[in-house]
Antibody
């Protein structure tokens, strides 16, 4: 059974860097079968896809966040991570990591972590 | 990026009713569209992928259809556990989500 679990600070100071990690169990992120994504959700803006990483290290980012965003992976720990710099209150959200299927398996975010709430406040 | 709108924003229906939610894309797209169900305090759960393919383990009362700019999610016989918010999401141009449709049970 594949599971994803987000971890990281729940409170970040404005202008600082938000760092989250997603630990994957039951599957290896070091294959070409899936993309590994970050998605966030706020009451005001709804669900917003942030970016993904592929096993090769290829990344694809939401242009609205690209200048502040880095998604990376540590295959030895079966984890992928998000770093978002210069955060403001607008980055306050529930952050999810998710597995994305593609191609012959169809396109969907088929497995999600439980989410972690991040608040940006001094 | 393709923008998605959903209608209605909310609805109230009775157990056993047939319910349809519409998702409209800002431009024509392929069938790379998914539907999700989200209950309070839980992450979204995929119901339909590729516009009309039922995800594994999802009850057959859920179905999806559509093409081009107009897609629909139908619940053939609404059940109490279907009270939730439903989102469409596309993979054509960036990965955007619709604003959601909240279903309440009368």
């Amino acid at each position: 059974q594949v599971q994803l679990q987000e971890s990281g600070p729940g409170l970040v100071t404005p202008s600082q860097t938000l760092s989250l990690t997603c630990t994957v169990s039951g599957d290896s992120i070091n294959t070409g079968d899936y993309y590994w994504s970050w998605i966030r959700q706020t009451p005001g803006k709804g669900l917003e896809w942030i970016g993904y990483i592929y096993f090769s290290g290829k990344t694809y980012y939401n242009p609205s966040l690209k200048s502040r965003l880095t998604v990376s992976m540590d295959t030895s720990k079966n984890q992928f991570s998000l770093k978002l710099t210069s955060v403001t209150a607008a980055d306050t959200a529930m952050y999810y990591c998710a597995r994305q299927t593609y191609g012959g398996d169809g396109y969907a975010f088929d497995i999600w972590g439980q989410g972690t709430m991040v608040t940006v406040s001094s | 990026a393709i923008q998605l709108t959903q209608s209605p924003a909310s609805l109230s229906a009775s157990v056993g009713d047939r319910v349809t939610i519409t998702c409209r894309a800002s431009q024509g797209m392929t069938s790379a569209l998914a539907w999700y169900q989200q209950k309070p305090g839980r992450p979204p759960k995929v119901l339909i992928h590729d516009a009309s393919t039922l995800a594994s383990g999802v009850p057959s009362r859920f179905s999806g259809s559509g093409s081009g700019t107009d897609f629909t999610l139908t619940i053939s016989s609404l059940q109490p556990e279907d009270s939730a918010t439903y989102y469409c999401q596309q993979f054509n141009s960036l990965f955007t989500f619709g604003p959601g449709t909240k279903i309440n049970i009368k």
